[in-house]
């Protein structure tokens, strides 16, 4: 049987300080893709309704942590260039997710950068490839302030605003996170299976 993880516990061990690190680790750096961003979020939203946590910390800390972090993203893909296409496969690291993000990022441009943080993996390597590909840093700095502070303070006060609403709600905290996770991983799945079916008929 598997270890019952908490994820309500794990937060509030963590604090304020593991938050901003999760949070900034999973937006810039390769091997942060496996970290719980949205699922934390909306659990450290639903606790903050219930005044585990100060709602308006949380509020400056997250959004700083996740535009700091894809800023730090776009200077390692800005150092890195071309070469991480070419990087082996390891734990922490696989290409396909590179190319996935990169078919992501050439569709949407500069938007990418706002519409990648609410897809998991993808919000992780599209900062690397903003700065591989040498986009202006005053272009992606804005789309960067736009996408931290929608996706930060958004997952938040979905959480809190819940946990407001429906006292009761964190009963039934790992159902919502699981949903949390589906629905955020619901674009990777359709991407892979768009994927699967152009091959198949090719």
């Known amino acids: 049987m598997l270890p019952h993880f908490d994820i309500a516990t794990f937060i509030i061990e963590i604090g304020y300080v593991g938050i901003f690190s999760i949070v900034g680790a999973e937006s810039g750096l390769f091997f942060g ?3 719980p961003g949205d699922s934390m979020l ?7 309704a219930g005044h585990t946590f100060n709602l308006w ?10 535009i700091l972090g894809d800023s730090l993203g776009y200077w390692i893909g800005a150092l890195i260039g071309p070469r991480i296409f070419t990087r082996k496969d390891s ?10 993000s990169k078919n992501f990022y050439t569709t949407y441009g500069p938007r990418a950068i706002v519409l990648a943080r609410f897809i998991p993996v993808v919000r992780t390597f599209v900062p690397l490839l903003a700065g591989v590909g040498s986009m202006r840093y005053r272009t992606f700095f804005f789309y960067n302030v736009v996408g931290g502070c929608l996706w930060g303070a958004g997952v938040l006060l979905l959480g ?7 006292p009761a709600v964190q009963q039934y905290l790992l159902p919502l996170v699981l949903l949390i996770v589906i629905i955020s991983l619901a674009p990777l799945v359709r991407e892979w299976w768009v994927h699967r079916k152009s091959k198949h008929t090719s």
Not at 160 to 166: E, I, K, Q
């Open 33 to 35: 893709f496996f970290l």
């Open 42 to 48: 909306f659990t450290a939203g639903i606790l903050a």
């Open 57 to 66: 910390i949380l509020l400056l800390l997250v959004p700083l942590a996740a």
């Open 91 to 100: 734990f922490f690291f696989n290409r396909d997710h590179v190319v996935r």
């Open 160 to 166: 809190y605003f819940l946990g407001h609403t429906f």
